[in-house]
Every structure is written in C-alpha cells, then in structure tokens.
C-alpha cells in the first residue's frame, strides 16, 4: 500500500513517477523498498490518466457503499487513499 501512497503523493506534488520518485519517497519514510515493487508499480502505471481514475473511484464509491456488508473492509476509493497518504505525509513532516 506504500507504494500506492508513493505514487499518489508525486502525483499530486506534480511530480513523475519513476522508480528513483518512488524510492526516494519510501526511504524518507523510512521504508525499506523492494526495487521490483517500486519497478513494477511504475510499470503498471504507465499510460494510466490517474486524475481520470481518482474520477471513476469518486465516482463508483457510491455504488461501493451499497455492496454487501462482507465486501466492505476491501472497498477503498482512491480518494480515501490519496487523503490517507496526505495525512500520512503531513504528519511525518511536522
């Protein structure tokens, strides 16, 4: 999941996502980074609009809170995670 806060948090810094981006960012939190993660992760996102998917997540999380009680631990937005990694990150940098 930190690598998805990772990414996430160069993305909305303006930033390019590279592995180099990522690692930096793990390692200032202190994170020990699996290069293949950080290398596939990079990989996955490749030609992905992620302004046009935190849109689709906002949008589809209504239909999310209607899904059964079961499924709900498993259903986060991206919205909730680009807020989670800002606070996350806010709160490493006091």
Same mark, same amino acid.
């Given at each position: 999941?930190e =690598?998805? =806060?990772?990414?996430?948090? %160069?993305?909305?810094?303006?930033?390019?996502?590279?592995?180099?981006?990522?690692?930096?960012?793990?390692?200032?939190?202190?994170?020990?980074?699996?290069?293949?993660?950080?290398?596939?992760?990079?990989?996955?996102?490749?030609?992905?609009?992620?302004?046009?998917?935190?849109?689709?997540?906002? $949008?589809?999380?209504?239909?999310?809170a209607?899904?059964?009680?079961?499924?709900?631990?498993?259903?986060?937005?991206?919205?909730?995670?680009?807020?989670?990694?800002?606070?996350? $990150?806010?709160? %490493?940098?006091?």
């Amino acid at each position: 999941m930190e =690598y998805i =806060y990772a990414a996430l948090l %160069l993305h909305n810094a303006g930033k390019a996502i590279t592995e180099e981006a990522i690692t930096a960012v793990l390692q200032a939190a202190g994170i020990e980074v699996n290069e293949a993660r950080a290398k596939a992760l990079v990989a996955a996102l490749e030609g992905v609009d992620i302004e046009e998917a935190i849109a689709k997540a906002a $949008f589809a999380a209504p239909a999310a809170a209607a899904a059964p009680a079961a499924a709900a631990p498993a259903c986060y937005t991206l919205k909730t995670i680009i807020k989670s990694a800002r606070t996350y $990150f806010s709160i %490493l940098y006091l």
